[in-house]
T-cell receptor, first 110, second 123 residues
Framework: NFMLTQPLSVSGSPGKTVTISCTRSSGSIASNYVQWYQQRPGSAPTTVIYEDNQRPSGVPDRFSGSIDSSSNSASLIISGLKSEDEADYYC?????????FGGGTKLTVL | QLQLQESGPGLVKPSETLSLTCTVSGGSFSRSSYYWAWIRQPPGKGLEWIGTIFYSGSTYYSPSLKSRVTISVDTSTNHFSLKLTSVTAADTAVYYCARHGWGGGTKDAFDFWGQGTMVTVSS
């Protein structure tokens, strides 16, 4: 079974760009899609990126996703930071028999 | 619009069995290529996948919980259930049910979630 490792926290000022990484411990990051979820306090998570880089309808194009096979990691990039982006973010992927969530990253908008 | 709703006791005694049900409404449950999952989140901590079931009854469990978890489905009433045995304080969490894809042409995301239900393990 593999793990997904995220930084505990990231921060950025309004209007700036932040990147949250998600590193897969074993197996290729490219072998299974990576999803990203936003969770605000007291609410269920919502999808901001699915299948590595796809945005659900209603998610602003300030949110984008990518994968990097050389570092075996995925990234969530949020540009034009807004105060409303302050939340916890989780990456998620899977293999043939398991679903795995990263530990979560707290985004603070300064 | 698909909706999921968790239900069950909010308080369970140590060593007993936690039982929750997720009712699915607003969409087809059995004629679907999607999977149905339980996820939990201890207070102040991250998300943990517990397990998943397909409408046919095929199940997949987290290796760390496999010995204590059973997930079942009732397609006639559009609900699926979670049983977690021999609970301890470490099982105190918000429990979510959710729908997700898993390859096979469906969107590979947990795209619909219940609101979550808090379960406390305490005597």
């Amino acid at each position: 079974n593999f793990m997904l490792t995220q930084p505990l926290s990231v921060s950025g000022s309004p209007g700036k760009t932040v990147t949250i990484s998600c590193t897969r411990s074993s197996g290729s990051i490219a072998s299974n899609y990576v999803q990203w979820y936003q969770q605000r306090p007291g609410s269920a998570p919502t999808t901001v990126i699915y299948e590595d880089n796809q945005r659900p309808s209603g998610v602003p194009d300030r949110f984008s996703g990518s994968i990097d096979s050389s570092s075996n990691s995925a990234s969530l990039i949020i540009s034009g930071l807004k105060s409303e982006d302050e939340a916890d973010y989780y990456c998620q992927s899977y293999d043939s028999s398991n679903q795995v969530f990263g530990g979560g990253t707290k985004l603070t908008v300064l | 619009q698909l909706q999921l709703q968790e239900s069950g006791p909010g308080l369970v005694k140590p060593s007993e069995t936690l039982s929750l049900t997720c009712t699915v409404s607003g969409g087809s449950f059995s004629r679907s290529s999607y999977y149905w999952a339980w996820i939990r989140q201890p207070p102040g901590k991250g998300l943990e996948w517990i397990g998943t079931i397909f409408y046919s009854g095929s199940t997949y469990y987290s290796p760390s919980l496999k010995s204590r978890v059973t997930i079942s489905v009732d397609t006639s009433t559009n609900h699926f259930s979670l049983k977690l045995t021999s609970v301890t304080a470490a099982d105190t969490a918000v429990y979510y049910c959710a729908r997700h894809g898993w390859g096979g042409g469906t969107k590979d995301a947990f795209d619909f979630w219940g609101q979550g239900t808090m379960v406390t393990v305490s005597s």
